[in-house]
């Protein structure tokens, strides 16, 4: 008999219900919108967020003292010690290891160097000091248990590198030469060069020419194990570029973990802040200092909280309205249905079930207007992501079930005044016509 009740006084009074059904379908479809793309955005901002470059900076932790002013490491890493270049496949066996996208490890060796002539008769170029730059170009290793090859190198950590030609091949005697040096030799594409130090050099093929804005535009880059074997250092690196997937940084992450306790420990062991990945990268490479680079990781965690708190105040915004528009829709049915309220009073009905009764109401509409709203929600997502993020975000069971409860709980504390008023109507006074 309640359901009857319910079903007849659902379809009685179309406007209303079409009203108020529009603003909760409208609520809830800014609300679908703004929950998947935040769900979403996060891993697909933290990927684009990776052509910023490296947000580790792996040192041999026997060089040097801290030295940070204002968020920024300057401590050298110009000499010192030298770490194992055959521990690097441990980065890969971390609780974070797929957050692990690309890391790269650098040798520099101060060298002199001739460019050979073109011809015979071409006049021998007289010796140019620069720094001689070794690492990886799409180079490839295997995880310790042999069941994962993954292909890494300086390209995927800096990506803004940019190379007119193509990379030097690990395989080759290559080398890519930076722009500035290429002006001031004159060097082209196909020449060669001889890169001394000491009593060791080695001629190199010229294969790209390299602008990065930074002191590698003056220097020559090649692979680790030619720079190795002119500095007699054999399976030795000086610095790592690590670029990690992490998320932003919270007052939480930013706690000491000695004082943390052993629940508190876990969670941020397993989540992956930059200073957890950090922590663990430190475990799995002995004798390492880890840095964290500031200026990545901090303007990444800022562009991100601004855009999910944007979206946060959206969704808001759209749920307050649609609240009001609830109120307002259930305070003029209430007002026109005071005769019926108190003719079911006058039967016998009680103020609770009266009030029952219009909030199950209310909850049918609502469970209308937000199956509605979160269809529309997700074709506007789907808009959304692909025009922003390049990318839609796919539906999920949780998010409709979400913005199914938002939107009970959106009609329930719209309709809760109309409702309380409506229990309190009296029979006697309606009875009478006044």
Not at 324 to 348: H, T
Not at 404 to 422: D, E, N, Y
Request: glycine share 10%; hydrophobic share 45%; charged share 20%.
């Amino acid at each position: 008999m309640f359901l009857r009740l319910v079903a007849d006084s659902f379809g009685r009074r179309p406007r209303h219900k079409l009203l108020t059904g529009a603003a909760l379908a409208l609520g809830m479809g800014v609300a679908t919108t703004a929950l998947s793309v935040v769900l979403d955005v996060g891993d697909r901002l933290a990927k684009e967020f990776r052509s910023l470059g490296a947000n580790l900076l792996v040192t041999p932790q026997a060089d040097s003292l801290p030295l940070e002013i204002g968020g920024v490491d300057y401590r050298p890493v110009n000499a010192g010690a030298y770490l194992p270049e055959a521990d690097l496949p441990k980065l890969k066996t971390i609780f974070w290891h797929n957050n692990i996208i690309a890391f790269a490890p650098i040798l520099e060796v101060p060298v002199n160097t001739a460019i050979l002539p073109k011809t015979i008769s071409s006049a021998f170029t007289p010796s140019l000091s620069t720094s001689l730059i070794g690492t990886w170009s799409q180079h490839s290793i295997w995880t310790p248990d042999l069941q994962t090859r993954f292909v890494t190198g300086i390209e995927r950590t800096n990506p803004w590198w940019s190379v007119e030609g193509r990379w030097f091949s690990e395989d080759a005697a290559d080398c890519v030469i930076g722009a500035n040096f290429a002006r001031k030799t004159g060097r082209q594409i196909g020449d060669a060069i001889l890169v001394q130090d000491g009593d060791k050099g080695q001629i190199l093929k010229v294969t790209g020419i390299l602008s990065t804005g930074g002191s590698e535009d003056d220097a020559i880059v090649t692979s680790i194990a030619i720079a190795q074997k002119i500095s007699d250092k054999p399976g030795e690196y000086r610095k790592l570029f690590v670029s990690a997937l992490t998320k932003p940084e919270d007052a939480f992450a930013r706690r000491d973990p000695k004082a943390m306790t052993p629940a508190e420990y876990d969670r941020w062991f397993c989540t992956p802040y930059i200073s957890s990945i950090a922590f663990q990268i430190q475990q799995e490479l002995p004798g390492t200092d880890v840095r964290v680079i500031r200026r990545v990781a901090e303007g990444e965690g800022q562009i991100l909280t601004r855009v999910q708190t944007l979206l946060w105040l959206v969704t808001g915004a759209a749920l307050l309205a649609a609240a009001l528009a609830v109120g307002a829709s259930s305070a003029a049915s209430v007002i026109e249905r005071r005769v019926e309220i108190g003719l079911m009073k006058a039967l016998g009905a009680g103020s609770g079930m009266v009030g029952f009764l219009l909030a199950a109401e209310q909850l049918l509409l609502a469970l209308v207007g937000g199956g509605i709203g979160y269809a529309l929600g997700i074709v506007l997502a789907r808009m959304v992501g692909e025009k922003i993020f390049g990318a839609a975000p796919e539906p999920t069971l949780l998010v409709f079930l979400v913005v199914i409860g938002l939107a009970a709980l959106v009609t329930l504390l719209g309709s809760a005044i109309p409702l309380r008023r409506a229990s309190r109507i009296e029979p006697a006074p309606i009875l009478r016509g006044e």
